[in-house]
């Protein structure tokens, strides 16, 4: 009898916070507030997405070139659009923001510090692919191996 009381009670706090909620899984909010809330994910979602190229673009040597740090930047900008997407329609089906980490920063700068920049020539415009492909192959590899 008292594990009977200990449930309602607990089902009673539960239905009183349920009620103090503005909006729960099964509401939607009204659109101009879900507008604002769109607009805070994006602001949030801005800055990983837009610095770490800019912070990668001298690691990848091409700090100096504005066209092939802008592609960097609209790819990054495509792929977290791209992820996204599949979470939210595959994943765990919530709408979260993927975004860039700085997580992986002193990764990135020990891989690409192995070969320093200087061996490339001003003419050719995808020296920074191979580079860019090492780091890519030494994240998935470190990501299966922690697994």
């Given at each position: ?5 200990e ?5 009673d706090?539960l ?25 805070q994910q ?16 001298p ?46 920063f ?16 001003p ?25």
């Amino acid at each position: 009898e008292n594990g009977e009381v200990e449930q309602e009670t607990e089902l009673d706090e539960l239905h009183n916070i349920r009620k103090q909620m503005r909006f729960t899984v099964d509401t939607n909010p009204p659109w101009p507030i879900s507008f604002i809330l769109g607009m805070q994910q994006y602001l949030i979602m801005f800055g990983p997405t837009f610095t770490v190229p800019v912070i990668l673009a001298p690691l990848l040597c091409i700090e100096g070139d504005a066209t092939e740090t802008g592609k960097v930047i609209n790819t990054m900008f495509v792929m977290c659009g791209l992820s996204t997407l599949i979470q939210t329609f595959f994943g765990t089906r919530l709408p979260i923001i993927q975004s860039g980490s700085y997580v992986y920063f002193a990764v990135a700068a020990g891989i690409l510090s192995k070969n320093p920049c200087g061996d490339e020539t001003p003419e050719d415009k995808t020296h920074w692919h191979k580079r860019m492909a090492e780091l890519q192959g030494n994240l998935m590899l470190g990501s299966v191996l922690q697994v």
